[in-house]
């Protein structure tokens, strides 16, 4: 656990960008295809909100988040789609290396030092997509069912973007090899800081929601805004917040040890 907190694992730093890519549990073909279901899914019901909310859609929170969620799926897919067909041009070249009785000897994957960062820049772009929709993601399904909710209709658009939002993303983290970090639940406090900060200036400039009425979410509303409010917020930005984190975490060192009870069988 100590090693959590050193400051590499603050950055965005890894030693092996295939696990970005691969499943701990299936083969890479069959990965890509439970992406693709998931992806299609999540970009219909954002279409369909861009139709038929408009561009109001994106004062909203939940709706920051459901767009970062399908930019994580479409990012993700493209790039195990990616590896793959690098894996299968590889599977030939060997081929044909083979047959013209060359060796074929490529140890760089086995002397790839433990030290050295693998991941090239949208390696990285998908692992703050990934924080933010994980935690960020879970962060959002909790304040809404237990805050936001009041008597807004609760039907399956509804449902997608406020708990299979948590249900999807947390399902692609125990599937995949995804990484995840302690420190990492800082990039979702700079996430929604950013938010706060465009509530803020969005009512400044006389902004209003759907309704018509003076601002984002009612809870800030900052021409009558309540202490208690704040200290929700401040409660669930520093406690709530890296409590996920650490349950997303926890999630991952799960995944790994039943990954290596596996491979010990086998």
């Known amino acids: 656990m100590r090693e959590e907190f050193r400051l590499r694992h603050f950055k965005l730093w890894h030693p092996n960008r295939r696990d970005f890519t691969d499943s701990r549990w299936f083969s890479l073909p069959v990965f890509i295809a439970i992406r693709v279901v998931v992806l299609l899914y999540n970009l219909g019901w954002l279409i369909y909100n861009i139709y038929a909310k408009g561009p109001k859609l994106f004062i909203f929170l939940t709706n920051w988040s459901f767009t970062i969620l399908n930019l994580y799926f479409i990012l993700a897919t493209t790039l195990s789609c990616i590896a793959l067909y690098k894996d299968k041009k590889r599977d030939r070249e ?31 772009l998908l692992w ?20 936001l909710v009041g008597d807004d209709v609760i039907d399956a658009n509804n449902i997608t973007k406020h708990a ?103």
């Open 94 to 124: 060997v081929v044909v290396e083979v047959e013209m009785g060359s060796g074929g000897n490529d140890e760089s994957s086995d002397e790839r030092a433990f030290e050295h960062d693998d991941l090239r820049w949208e390696h990285r």
């Open 164 to 266: 299979l939002n948590s249900v999807f993303i947390v399902i692609d983290t125990f599937l995949s090899s995804m990484p995840v970090h302690l420190l990492h639940w800082l990039y979702a406090l700079l996430y929604f800081a950013v938010y706060l900060l465009f509530t803020v200036i969005y009512w400044q400039a006389g902004g209003t929601n759907d309704e018509g009425k003076p601002f984002v979410y009612g809870a800030l509303n900052y021409n009558d805004f309540q202490p208690t409010i704040g200290g929700l917020l401040v409660v669930f930005l520093l406690v709530v917040l890296p409590f996920l984190q650490l349950a997303l975490f926890g999630l991952t060192k799960l995944r790994d040890y039943f990954q290596k009870k596996k491979k010990e069988v086998y």
């Open 128 to 147: 703050v997509f990934h924080i933010i929709s994980a935690a960020g993601g879970l962060f959002v399904t909790a304040g809404y069912w237990s805050i």
